[in-house]
């Protein structure tokens, strides 16, 4: 392993300015820290750097547009000369062991330009998961053996939520998240992954654990989500950064399951707010003007 490879942590937050603390708290705990933190909240109001915990490494508070893509993109920029970084939800707990399992990738792998792995448990899917609850799940983590970092599998794209970038070709080529997908920016993880694709390889580790409590705090409108849920996947289809069979699959799955539950939905998805968005995105495509940005028009 390189002892020079440094990493950086990348954190885009909007709405969150209580869970941010939590966080950091989690940061704190690894066992090999980052380089730094970089920190870029939608608003002012969204990050109290006063508050933060005391870290073994600088917080480095960065502004942009509101918006994951434009707010990633400012972290991006401010990355310096280290050469990964660790882009993670406001509400992602990385394992302890984290950053040293991808130092020890991206120094012995140099073909990896994106490494990330599903949560070993996700609230995005379900009512979310609290902070008590994410901490037990982490303290029963069993130990990993050595070498774990190199059991990868090749994937279609990163999770958001984690998702780990070498920053040599982000700076050879000009690859940005495309800001073009507002506000939430739906399925901008897999767009920027198929871009990176073209200079290496996208994989699957599964060393890189972590908890996602899916906080239903800060969210998107189910509106605008469900207009996001058509109009992205579209969008990125005539870009050519997501295949037909992808986009069709997401537009197909998302649509059923609200038209499914919108009489019944769960508590935690606004499901009839998502339907209403998804057949207004449907409209707007047989109309010929299905625009990802049409959102920030919408309630």
């Not at 990738?105 to 490494?115: D, I, K, M, S, T």
């Not at 774990?148 to 599998?153: E, G, M, N, S």
């Not at 699957?204 to 906080?215: E, I, K, N, T, W």
């Not at 996001?228 to 197909?252: E, F, T």
């Amino acid at each position: 392993m390189s002892p020079g490879l440094q990493v950086v942590i990348g954190i885009a937050t909007a709405g969150r300015r209580e869970q941010m603390p939590l966080t950091l708290a989690q940061l704190a705990l690894q066992r090999r820290p980052p380089a730094r933190v970089i920190v870029c909240p939608a608003s002012p109001e969204d990050f109290d750097a006063d508050g933060a915990p005391p870290m073994p490494c600088p917080v480095e508070v960065v502004h942009g547009p509101r918006g994951s893509c434009a707010q990633r993109n400012a972290i991006l920029a401010s990355c310096g000369d280290a050469d990964v970084v660790v882009f993670i939800d406001d509400d992602y707990y990385p394992a302890p062991d984290y950053v040293e399992q991808v130092q020890h990738l991206f120094a012995a792998r140099p073909e990896v330009v994106v490494a990330t792995h599903h949560p070993v448990r996700d609230g995005a899917v379900g009512p979310g998961i609290g902070h008590e609850t994410a901490l037990a799940i982490l303290a029963a983590l069993p130990p990993q053996p050595e070498g774990a970092a190199a059991a990868l599998r090749t994937t279609y794209g990163g999770y958001g939520c984690n998702m780990t970038v070498r920053l040599a070709p982000v700076r050879a080529h000009g690859v940005l998240f495309d800001d073009n997908l507002p506000l939430y920016g739906w399925l901008e993880d897999i767009d920027f992954s198929r871009r990176m694709a073209a200079h290496g390889a996208i994989v699957d580790c599964a060393a890189l654990r972590g908890v996602h409590l899916g906080s239903k705090r800060g969210r998107t409108s189910g509106l605008r989500f469900g207009y996001s849920q058509v109009a992205n996947p579209v969008y990125l289809l005539r870009k050519g950064s997501m295949s037909a069979s992808y986009a069709l699959r997401h537009i197909a799955r998302n649509v059923a399951k609200n038209l499914a539950r919108a009489a019944w939905p769960e508590p935690w998805v606004d499901r009839r707010g998502r339907l209403k968005g998804n057949l207004l995105a449907v409209g707007d495509l047989l109309r010929g003007r299905l625009d990802p940005g049409r959102i920030r028009a919408l309630g």
